[in-house]
């Protein structure tokens, strides 16, 4: 059995603010280490499973990927950490896994949970596929789903477990803080979230025959809209998206990598843009 787990920090107990996910600073500190032992954890869960290969992969931007501390891990494990990806969160993922785990997520931006936003924070108002405004975790799942592997847990806060519910029911969820608003939340002590993580990820692989990947209807109509209208002309000179009203850019995937893959690029090109806010600058994006 192979098992792919990506991690994210803003859904990680006791993360609330984004200068826990980013350095410099003794709080960023003590952020990757929790993060390390939530991904750690899950890393064991699946190894007690009997997991023969655990991918770890460090799905949080700030710090270019390079947040969870390798050696913390367990010795069979293994880490993809490091910028220049394609895949994102999900680098190197593939149609040989057998399932996902998806540790310390958050909400998408536009709901109510702890450091929520998509993707890009500064950049990102809302992602729609199909219609349906997405956040990364079921981008990630849709992408999952291409490969036909199921996501079968994700952990984080109350209100990523209830966008989880509204997409796929059928997914365990963990809910290890409760928001009490986008910045300060109930946290779980860590190691009885850890021991949560563990157990759960082995229960969940036990019964990973009966777990169903999230397909995406094909063609699928992607949607972005920016924060900021320049972000859209920007990312609109990028071949194959279209400017669409407002601050909005649209296009059409054939499959779900494609709608990923050039999701990811239109974020980041056009998050790029050059601005002039006509107040204050905006807020500095938390990362992925
Ligand atoms: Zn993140």
């Known amino acids: 059995m192979k098992v792919y787990i990506s991690v994210d920090m803003e859904g990680i107990t006791g993360i609330v603010d984004a200068s826990q996910g980013s350095a410099p600073g003794i709080d960023y500190g003590l952020g990757r280490r929790l993060m390390t032992a939530e991904a750690a954890a899950a890393a064991q869960g699946a190894l007690d499973a009997g997991a023969g290969e655990v991918i770890v992969c460090d799905g949080h931007g700030s710090n270019g990927f390079r947040n969870i501390l390798i050696e913390d891990l367990p010795e069979d494990a293994k880490l993809i950490s490091g910028d220049s990806r394609s895949m994102g969160q999900m680098e190197g993922l593939d149609g040989e896994y057998d399932a996902i785990v998806l540790v310390g997520y958050h909400a998408r931006h536009g709901k109510e949970g702890v450091l929520n936003h998509t993707i890009n ?6 992602i729609r596929i199909n219609g349906k405004a997405v956040g990364e975790f079921a981008i990630n799942a849709y992408l999952a789903g291409h490969f036909d592997v199921p996501v ?23 809910e290890l803080k409760r928001a009490v608003g986008r910045h300060a939340a109930w946290s779980l002590h860590p190691s009885r979230a850890r021991a949560l993580i563990r157990a759960a990820v082995t229960e969940e692989l036990e019964k990973r025959a ?11 109509e992607v949607e972005i809209d920016f924060k900021y209208s320049s972000m859209a002309d920007k990312a609109s000179t990028l071949h194959g998206i279209r400017r669409a009203e407002g601050t909005g850019v649209r296009f059409d995937a054939p499959d779900a990598r494609v709608a990923y893959t050039r999701i990811l690029a ?4 056009g998050a790029s843009a050059a601005n002039s806010p006509m107040k204050s600058a905006p807020p500095k994006p938390p990362g992925v």
């Open 210 to 220: 009966a777990a169903a990947p999230l397909k995406l209807e094909l063609p699928a």
């Open 121 to 126: 924070g500064g950049a990102i108002y809302e």
């Open 152 to 174: 079968v847990l994700v952990t984080g806060d109350n209100s990523l477990a209830e966008e989880v519910r509204e997409v796929t029911p059928w997914i365990r969820t963990l």
């Open 266 to 269: 239109a974020v980041d090109y």
